[in-house]
């Protein structure tokens, strides 16, 4: 009987598009609510960082007039599901580009949030540097949640939705963050305090990572 025919799928890459020497990728990681969003806008102001949101470039995608991925994004955010990986890595890898061809800083937040994103990520688009993790007890992004659903407009940041992504963030994203620890390359910070005290323990990461504020 002859063979069924293989699937298509995209020719293997060998090399990443963009070279760590140039391109240098933070990912920021944590469950819904840790803060991840609150602390990216304070590197950015310090750090001279780009701020990509992987889930904000989807909302953008899925609000996008034409977009054929809209529906299946919506879906799959109401649902707190982790979007199919090519989707967001190519949203990811053109807003790298689109920013002076991907040289500078890059803090890529709530990504990547499954082991298969996280190694196609970085085999085909750039090696990170390290992950800042925010680790935060459920209560507590729960109740942030709830509050930010008053004023967020978000499809999500409602009780059901909320049961449904930290579910996702415990089994499919918590195994990302302890393939980066075992290559020692997680930073933890506790993220029940402040903004601004969690703040102070970020700065200290990054001075331990060796990264500097951008001159004023
Ligand atoms: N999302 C996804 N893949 C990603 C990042 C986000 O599919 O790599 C989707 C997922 O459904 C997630 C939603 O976008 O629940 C919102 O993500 P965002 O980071 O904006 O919110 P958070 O849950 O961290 O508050
Ligand atoms: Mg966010």
Redesign the pocket.
């Known amino acids: 009987m002859a063979p069924a025919s293989p699937r298509l799928s995209a020719p293997p890459k060998s090399t990443p598009t963009f070279s760590p020497d140039k391109t240098s990728v933070i990912f920021v990681l944590g469950g ?2 840790a803060g ?1 969003g609150t602390q990216c806008a304070k590197l950015v102001r310090d750090y001279g960082f780009t701020h990509l ?4 470039l ?1 909302r953008a995608e899925q609000d996008r007039e034409g977009s054929e991925f809209g529906d299946m994004i919506k879906e ?2 109401k649902d ?4 199919p990986m090519e989707v ?1 890595v190519q949203l990811l890898e053109n807003a790298i580009m689109d920013k002076d061809e991907g040289r500078g800083r890059f803090l890529i ?5 499954k082991m298969d ?1 996280a190694v196609r990520f970085e085999e085909a688009v750039c090696p990170s540097k390290f992950t800042l993790f925010f680790d935060c007890p459920e209560d507590v992004m729960s109740e942030r949640l709830i509050n930010r659903g008053k004023t967020s407009g978000r499809t ?1 940041d409602n009780a059901e939705s909320i049961k449904k ?1 930290f579910k996702t963030f415990v089994e499919t994203s918590m195994p990302v963050v302890e393939y980066f620890e075992k290559q020692g390359k997680v930073v933890k910070i506790k993220a029940v305090k402040s903004p601004d005290e969690i703040y102070e323990d970020v700065k200290e990461a990054m001075v331990q990572r060796g990264i500097e504020p951008s001159a004023k």
């Open positions: 819904p609510g991840k949101s992987a889930g904000d989807l799959y955010i707190g599901k982790i979007v967001t937040d709530g990504f990547p949030r994103q999500d992504r």
